[in-house]
């Protein structure tokens, strides 16, 4: 897992660093919050950020806000890690979109169980498929076009594009109309 610690204070990212790569992470260093954001929005983006809510540029707060609020490749989990320890801190902190809340200095331990917390809660999120947009689909037979112009069955696309499966029974109405078709279809020629 890639890890981006965002910090301003070089001591408390050396031991943050230090600590994780020890852990076995791979991980990236911002010495600011636009770093960190670009950071984020590049090419390898991290899975899980560690922010600290005061340093130049974005701050953590702004940093939380604006990832939340931009539509990113991958999910990232995001902890704040700071000296600032009122419950206040914490709750503004939480609703400006970070996952978890640590403060400083950090207990190694209790680090360790919230970056599982954030791999497990990453784990969950890759597991789950989402289907959303627009699906054009015909308004007499319902089957829904694909990306590559080609007519399918309802069930087809949606097993595709999520975990759903389907079973097949028949509702009362169709069954009534069906038994009636069925007594009403003519008699086929004696033989």
Not at 15 to 26: A, H, I, N, Y
Not at 130 to 154: A, F, H, M, T
Request: charged share 25%; net charge negative.
């Amino acid at each position: 897992m890639r890890i981006l610690i965002a910090d301003d204070d070089r001591m408390s990212t050396t031991m943050v660093k230090g600590t994780l790569e020890s852990w076995g992470f791979e991980v990236s260093v911002a010495p600011d919050g636009n770093t960190a954001w670009n950071t984020l929005v590049g090419d390898r983006p991290p899975s899980l950020a560690i922010l600290d809510w005061m340093m130049p540029g974005l701050d953590g707060l702004e940093l939380c806000r604006r990832i939340r609020s931009t539509p990113l490749r991958t999910p990232v989990y995001l902890i704040l890690l700071t000296s600032r320890t009122g419950r206040q801190d914490l709750v503004d902190g939480l609703e400006a979109g970070a996952d978890d809340y640590l403060t400083k200095p950090f207990d190694p331990g209790e680090l360790r169980a919230r970056i599982r917390v954030g791999q497990r809660t990453l784990g969950l999120l890759a597991n789950i498929k989402r289907l959303s947009g627009l699906l054009p689909i015909c308004s007499y037979c319902k089957r829904i076009r694909s990306d590559q112009n080609y007519w399918e069955e309802v069930e087809s696309y949606i097993s595709v594009h999520t975990d759903a499966q389907f079973s097949h029974g028949i509702c009362p109405p169709c069954y009534e109309k069906a038994v009636e078709e069925e007594t009403m279809a003519p008699a086929g020629p004696a033989v």
